[in-house]
C-alpha cells in the first residue's frame, strides 16, 4: 500500500514547511507514543450566537500514502451562506496539494486565531490516525482492517461528535475512498436528513473540502515534525556518525529519496523502527526482509516444558499409569463376570 508520488514538485508540495504552525490539533505526546487521538475546536461563536443556523461541513485527509507518519482525517464546516464568499473567494482556500506549504501554515493559523473571521464562523476537527494503529489494523492475525475502512470509520466518528455538539449540518462534502457512489449511500445511511455529495477531486470542487484539506494536511505536517524531532533530540553527542541528515526524512513517501534513505539507515535489524512507520508498507516489509537489506531472520522456537502436560494425557493411560488405573479405578465397581465361572 505505497503511493507513488509523480515528481519532484508533487514531494515538494507534501514536504512539511521549515517552520509549520503548531495547531491545537498537535498532542505531542500521544504522536510520540503512537497512539491514534481525535481534536475538536470549539464552537465558533458565531454559530454559537444562534445553533440553529443552517452550516455545510467539509472533510478530506492527508497522508493516505507515505510510509512515515500517521494519516489525518480532518472536517471543517461553517454557515452555508458563507460557504464560497469567506473560504474562497476571501481567503482562496484549495486543494492543500497545490498550495504550498507556507500557504497552508498560514491559513491554518488563521484559522486559530481569536478574532481572525475564520476562528469566528469556522469549526474544524482532526483525527490523528498513527502509523503503528494503522499498521496493527492492516497486519491483525482476526483478518485485515483495511486503510478504506478505518478511513470510513473516523470520518465517520469526526461527522456523529459534530451532531452530537448540536451543529446544525444540512450539507456534507467528502473527497471520496473508493467508489463515491458506495460511499455515498452509506453515509446517506447513517445521516439520512443531511444532503450528502461524496466526489472524486471534492477538494478542487468545494471550497469547505479544500479547507479542510489544509487542516489534515497541516496537522499531519507538524505532526511529522514532532516525530523527527525525537530522533535529533537523541542524536548522539559523541564523535560518532549521527542517525539524522541536515534534509530530514522529506515527505515521508517512499518514492522520496531523503525518506528511503533514512529508513535504509536508521533500521534495526531486528525491530525496524519506531512508531513513525507503518510497518504494513511494502517499503517496510522488503527493507526487513533478510538478504535484502539489513533485517535479520528471527526464529522463535516454541520452548516445551518436561513436566508439563497436554490435556490428551488425561485420557490415555500406558504402562505403569495403565496398570494402577487398572487395579484402582476399573475394579471399583467389581469385574466383568465371563462364562467361565458357570
Not at 59 to 64: K, N, Q
Not at 72 to 97: C, G, I, N, Q
Not at 262 to 287: H, I, Y
Request: contains cysteine.
Amino acid at each position: 500500500m505505497d503511493d507513488v508520488m509523480e515528481d519532484s514538485q508533487d514531494i515538494a508540495l507534501e514536504t512539511p514547511a521549515e517552520d509549520v504552525f503548531i495547531a491545537p490539533s498537535i498532542d505531542k505526546s500521544r504522536i510520540l507514543a503512537g497512539q491514534s487521538y481525535s481534536h475538536f475546536s470549539p464552537i465558533p461563536k458565531y454559530l454559537a450566537d444562534d445553533i440553529s443556523t443552517e452550516c455545510v461541513l467539509g472533510v478530506d485527509e492527508a497522508g493516505r500514502g507515505p510510509v512515515l507518519g500517521p494519516m489525518v482525517y480532518a472536517l471543517l464546516y461553517l454557515p452555508l451562506s458563507m460557504h464560497r464568499s469567506l473560504l474562497a473567494e476571501t481567503h482562496h482556500f484549495d486543494d492543500s496539494k497545490v498550495l504550498t506549504p507556507t500557504v497552508r501554515s498560514t491559513l491554518m493559523q488563521t484559522l486559530c486565531t481569536p478574532a481572525s473571521d475564520l476562528y469566528e464562523t469556522c469549526g474544524w476537527a482532526a483525527r490523528v490516525m498513527s502509523a503503528r494503529d494503522i499498521s496493527a489494523g492492516q497486519l491483525r492475525a482476526g483478518g485485515n482492517y483495511n486503510l478504506n475502512a478505518q478511513a470510513m470509520d473516523a470520518t465517520i466518528d469526526l461527522i456523529k461528535e459534530i451532531f452530537t455538539q448540536g451543529v446544525n449540518i444540512t450539507e456534507i462534502y467528502i473527497d471520496t475512498i473508493g467508489s463515491p457512489a458506495v460511499y455515498q449511500k452509506k453515509l446517506e445511511r447513517i445521516f439520512p436528513t443531511v444532503r450528502i455529495v461524496v466526489a472524486k477531486k471534492a477538494d478542487s470542487l468545494y471550497p469547505c473540502v479544500s479547507a479542510a484539506s489544509v487542516c489534515a494536511k497541516v496537522t499531519r505536517d507538524a505532526a511529522l515534525d514532532v516525530c523527527y524531532e525525537s530522533y535529533v533530540a537523541n542524536e548522539p553527542t559523541d564523535n560518532s556518525e549521527p542517525t539524522t541528515a541536515p534534509e530530514g526524512w522529506g515527505s515521508g513517501y517512499p518514492s522520496d529519496v531523503r525518506c528511503s534513505t533514512w529508513l535504509k539507515r536508521n533500521m534495526d535489524p531486528v525491530f525496524g523502527w519506531g512508531s513513525e512507520c507503518r510497518f504494513s508498507w511494502s517499503t517496510a516489509k522488503e527493507l526487513l526482509e533478510p538478504n535484502k537489506a539489513a533485517g535479520l531472520k528471527v526464529d522463535w522456537p516454541a520452548e516445551e516444558d518436561d513436566d508439563a502436560m497436554k490435556v490428551t494425557d488425561f485420557f490415555l493411560a500406558t504402562g505403569a499409569s495403565a496398570e494402577r488405573d487398572e487395579g484402582e479405578l476399573a475394579t471399583w465397581f467389581g469385574r466383568r463376570v465371563t462364562e467361565e465361572v458357570f
